[in-house]
């Protein structure tokens, strides 16, 4: 099927820098939208940005200015860099695309098993 890998968390001071990495990979015919989300323990998960597949951006109002999304759509890869990190960016972040595999007809959503974001000093 389709797996989605994330990496590039851990942690780090705030007011310093990440970047997160998510590689689709598996019997892959498309790729429409991709994004990321981000959950506390105990809190829903909620949307921090996406991308479309011709590079429209869409944004949460606590990560504008400050998170940039983007995609590398021949290595089926999305990146979120992450500046200025505050103590309530704090999370688990989990990627998702929306995949047309073989053998289906249509978009299918995918997510990743999350990589965590300490910001801590």
């Known amino acids: 099927q389709v797996q989605l890998v994330e990496s590039g968390g851990g942690l780090v001071q705030p007011g310093g820098s990440l970047r997160l990495s998510c590689e689709a990979s598996?019997?892959?015919?498309?790729?429409?939208?991709m994004g990321w989300y981000r959950q506390a323990p105990g809190k829903e998960r909620e949307l921090v940005a996406t991308?479309?597949?011709?590079?429209?951006?869409h944004y949460a109002d606590s990560v504008k200015g400050r998170f940039i999304i983007s995609r590398d759509n021949a290595k089926k890869t999305v990146y979120l860099q992450m500046t200025t990190l505050k103590p309530e960016d704090t999370d688990a972040y989990y990627c998702t695309a929306a995949v047309w595999t073989n053998g289906f007809a249509g978009f299918k959503d995918y997510w990743g098993r999350g990589t965590q974001v300490i910001v801590s000093s």
């Open positions: 991308i479309t597949e011709y590079g429209r951006v």
């Open positions: 598996g019997s892959i015919v498309a790729i429409n939208g």
